[in-house]
């Protein structure tokens, strides 16, 4: 260990280098070690400061350090609060359980049932799957074009990306993809597809237990589904008899502007897949949420050692109160407005490089033609203290997530730290030249 330290004093990254996994990838592009944050910033352990517009790819909505939600861990773990717990019943879980119905489902009008699979995203979209060809009785699962879901198996047979997918050591089975909102051009509804492919006897694809989807895609490119797509999808799956799963994991919790990424197009998923934001303070919990008529596990038939996160459901408790009143959402509006006039004016300056913005709330991002510029762009960007990451098969979006409670001061801030990285890589591009834009 001595000589380490030794060789530390040569590179930041010199202990993570020889000691960690090569498997690892944010510190390869973020090279320093982060010491503190306070809800958009971060300072590493030389005292620089970084606005984060990364928020932990989605799981710190609400900040890094939430002053409000720290303050409730901090009270519980002095009280002696229960902190692990399988599935036993605790006063956490119970306040937790209220709060959700009292808060976010009752305001709404939905019925689910909640389940607690595990501490990640991964977790509830295997649960998801699971219940779902247990109600069905079938095995096949439609996914789509670019979709993400996880890195475990199931979840994995259900993302289309080429890399992610490389990894798995065994072949992916039990899904069908089908292209995805936008992915034939602007002109097709895909959801046509789909249904001829149900209809027809012919066409080899096994009638399905489940759809499953991001409204948005994340990692796929911040490629949005229209709200009329959504409920042609919705109206087959009625039709016959196949579950509808909205994989939340990254866009709920408010991402999209509220608090389900779905509320707006007014479809009622049978599951929804909860995670990241959930936890409230970047802490490991997911939730899946079923409609009370498919909720037929028999006990135990899904479980998990840590599903009973109680530090995870104190926070998540508080974090849900931002959700009693409108304010936040308002805040997220108004930021989303701020990035979207931003964006335009750096799309339609630099037109040559971006073929377009996409993307909605605090979920926004710039497309590439030369993907490689995206990855540019963000390291710049990092260089002048802005975290940003890309998404896309090719990594063709420099992608905007900050925390949706950032200070519109902070904002400001990180959007001018952008606009100097884009000046920086790029000349000012011809006047005149036309911006393509594709709404979400």
């Given amino acids: 260990m001595n000589a380490i330290k030794q060789e530390g004093k040569k590179s930041k990254l010199q202990v993570f280098d020889q000691l960690e996994s090569e498997v690892r990838t944010y510190c390869r592009s973020f090279k320093t070690v982060f010491a503190k944050g306070s809800n958009a910033k971060l300072v590493d352990r030389d005292n ?27 009270e519980y773990l002095l009280q002696d609060g229960i902190t692990h717990s399988l ?21 709404r009008g939905m019925k689910y049932k909640v389940m607690f699979p595990g501490p990640t995203g991964t977790n509830s979209v295997e649960s998801a799957l699971k219940i779902a060809r247990k109600v069905t009785g079938r095995t096949n699962v439609v996914c789509f074009t670019n979709a993400f879901h996880g890195m475990s198996l199931g979840s994995l047979a259900a993302t289309g990306n080429a890399y992610k997918r490389g990894g798995s050591g065994v072949p992916l089975t039990g899904t069908t993809f089908m292209p995805y909102d936008g992915y034939l051009g602007p002109l097709v509804d895909t959801t046509s597809l789909l249904e001829k492919m149900i209809l027809d006897s012919g066409s080899g694809l096994d009638l399905p237990a489940a759809v499953i989807l991001e409204t948005l895609q994340g990692e796929g490119g911040l490629n ?58 970047g802490l490991p919990m997911a ?9 037929i596990w028999n006990p135990g038939e899904h479980n998990g050692t840590f599903r009973g996160n ?13 959700w009693s009143n409108d304010e936040l959402e308002k805040q997220i509006d108004a930021h989303a407005k701020t990035i979207s006039a931003f964006l335009n004016r750096m799309a339609s300056r630099y037109s040559g490089k971006i ?13 590439f033609k030369n993907p490689e510029e995206a990855s540019k762009l963000c390291g710049v960007c990092f260089d002048k203290g802005l975290i940003m990451e890309t998404s ?40 005149g030249e036309l911006l393509q834009t594709k709404s979400s």
């Fill in 48 to 74: 620089r400061e970084y606005i984060d517009f990364f928020a932990g790819a989605g799981a710190l909505n609400y900040g890094h350090n939430n002053k409000r939600i720290r303050s409730k861990l901090v």
């Fill in 87 to 107: 599935d036993m019943a605790t006063e956490a879980k119970e306040k937790f359980l209220l709060t959700f119905q009292n808060t976010i489902l009752e305001p």
């Fill in 224 to 281: 949005g589904a229209s709200d009329k797509w959504l409920r042609n999808l919705e109206r087959i799956c009625r039709e016959h008899g196949i579950l509808l799963i909205v994989d939340d994991v990254q866009m709920g919790c408010g991402r999209t502007g509220t608090f389900f990424s779905f509320e707006k197009s007014g479809i009622r998923p049978d599951i929804v897949c909860l995670s990241k934001s959930i936890g409230g303070y």
């Fill in 287 to 295: 939730i899946t949420l079923l409609r009370p008529e498919h909720d």
């Fill in 310 to 322: 109680n530090l995870g459901f104190v926070a998540a408790t508080e974090a849900l109160h931002y």
């Fill in 355 to 367: 073929s377009e913005i996409r993307g909605k709330g605090l979920i926004q991002g710039l497309v």
């Fill in 392 to 431: 896309g098969p090719s990594d063709e979006v420099a992608k905007l997530m900050p925390p949706l409670t950032i200070e519109a001061s902070v904002l400001k801030e990180g959007l001018n730290k952008l606009e100097a990285a884009l000046q920086q890589l790029f000349a000012p591009a011809k006047p």
